[in-house]
């Protein structure tokens, strides 16, 4: 199964590549979301590769929903992650491959063409980089580098205000625009700490199992288990990883 997924996540990342700042066609599908021909084609790609193999396996993607044959496996698929940095030719993009099993996260692929990082990860059994094994940092929350999305803050004032109070705790804040790269920044130790406030499953499936599989911590916003149907996650690398949910507790129900 890791195999078939690596070959997706590689021959769909391929296609992104080619395409990369030549975008033919971009459509609205909501208010803030763009769809492209690039979408489309990469998770068409994946689709064929992982129907050949398991063609009774269930299949959840972002454009073209869910492919239901009773299966207890799942694939759940973001075939391009990042989707606005990809259209205004921002190289932080990537595509997603998670395998759900029964309810469980067991395998997770995310290829980052345009940096040439494959990452994967399987349960209990490591988060790898290229193949080489990789780690969360051990930095307390003084030294900690953030990271966020724009749900965080657009909305509601609660989360400013919350935001407000994060930045004096820690060292610095970043956003990327991808959860992608968010997760596998958290997952490799270049960031210590991610706060999600909405994705949907495909967006954090791969990723949210690397940071486990990398030594992490991935909980709801409440600090309760998570699971790829939670709105809203923290990731981080465990360390101070409850005083953050500790800080959140005032602010997620606002």
């Not at 690596?6 to 030549?22: C, R, T, Y």
């Not at 033919?24 to 489309?40: A, I, P, Y």
């Not at 269930?58 to 391009?80: A, K, M």
Request: with cysteine.
């Amino acid at each position: 199964m890791k195999d078939t997924a690596i070959k997706a996540a590689k021959e769909a990342g391929d296609i992104l590549f080619e395409n990369f700042q030549k975008i033919k066609q971009v459509d609205k599908k909501g208010e803030r979301e763009l769809v492209s021909n690039v979408d489309l084609a990469s998770e068409k790609k994946i689709i064929e590769i992982i129907k050949d193999k398991y063609p009774d396996h269930d299949i959840l993607c972002e454009e073209s929903g869910v492919h239901d044959n009773s299966s207890d496996y799942r694939w759940v698929i973001d075939p391009l992650d990042g989707t606005h940095n990809y259209i205004y030719g921002i190289n932080m993009f990537g595509v997603s491959i998670a395998l759900d099993y029964k309810g469980e996260i067991i395998l997770g692929v995310i290829n980052m063409p345009s940096t040439n990082e494959l990452y994967w990860a399987e349960k209990g059994k490591g988060a790898y980089l290229n193949d080489e094994r990789i780690h969360v940092s051990d930095r307390g929350m003084k030294n900690a580098l953030a990271i966020y999305d724009s749900g965080l803050y657009v909305g509601t004032e609660a989360r400013t205000r919350f935001l407000a109070n994060l930045v004096t705790k820690i060292f610095n804040i970043r956003v990327f625009g991808a959860s992608t790269r968010h997760l596998t920044y958290v997952a490799k130790g270049s960031a210590d700490l991610q706060i999600e406030y909405g994705d949907k499953p495909w967006d954090y499936a791969a990723g949210g199992l690397m940071v486990e599989e990398s030594g992490g911590r991935i909980t709801k916003l409440d600090g309760t288990k998570w699971n790829i149907y939670s709105e809203g996650y923290v990731s981080s690398n465990g360390v101070f990883h409850d005083e953050i949910i500790k800080m959140l507790e005032p602010f997620i129900t606002q």
